[in-house]
């Protein structure tokens, strides 16, 4: 039986922690979708087609993983791609409480559905969107923290003074 696995999450921008996360878990899916989500709680520095334009280039490499932008709630999105997974990354420390609960929210609400945590590795621990964001913001070096093409988009946002 062929198992889909969704990886949902803000992506703004898709760092190397990520990246990682997404081509570990294709590895053990048969068809994995990041899935980027539109209108999350926070304040965004990409559009939702920016974000999921990024992601397909620094995952275009990779077979069996595609982008897809979704504004419903997370679980029918899994449901409507016949996913049975929902992959989250964890970092140490930060992360465990709020995924530990959005997994039993989402038990509760969909038993049918499994959620999968893959660890982080030590080198992209430290690794935030919104840290990067403010290190870019601020002139300073992010290439060790980013595929090119989202470094580039984002010397491009500050450079040229759009936000
Ligand atoms: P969300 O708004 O849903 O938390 P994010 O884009 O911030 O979306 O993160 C998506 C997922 O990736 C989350 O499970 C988050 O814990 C995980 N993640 C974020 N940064 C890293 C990283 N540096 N390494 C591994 N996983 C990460």
Known sequence: MLVYALYPGSFDPMTSGHADI????????????????ETPSKTLLFSVEERVELA??????FKGVRV????????????????RVIVRGLRMGS???REFDMALMNSKLAPDLETVCLMARGEHQFISS?????????????????????????????CKGKV
Do not use: H, M
Not at 22 to 37: N, Y
Not at 68 to 83: D, H, K, M, V, W
């Open 130 to 158: 919104s840290l990067l964001k403010e290190a870019a913001q601020g002139g300073g070096q992010i290439e060790s923290f980013v595929p090119e093409c989202v470094a580039a988009a984002l010397r491009e946002k500050y």
């Open 95 to 97: 992360d465990f409480e």
């Open 56 to 61: 397909r280039q620094v995952l275009a490499p």
């Open 22 to 37: 997404a081509v570990r878990a294709s590895a053990l899916f048969d068809q994995l979708v990041v899935g980027v989500f």
């Open 68 to 83: 897809e932008p979704y504004s419903n709630l997370t679980i029918n999105f899994a449901r409507q791609l016949g996913a």
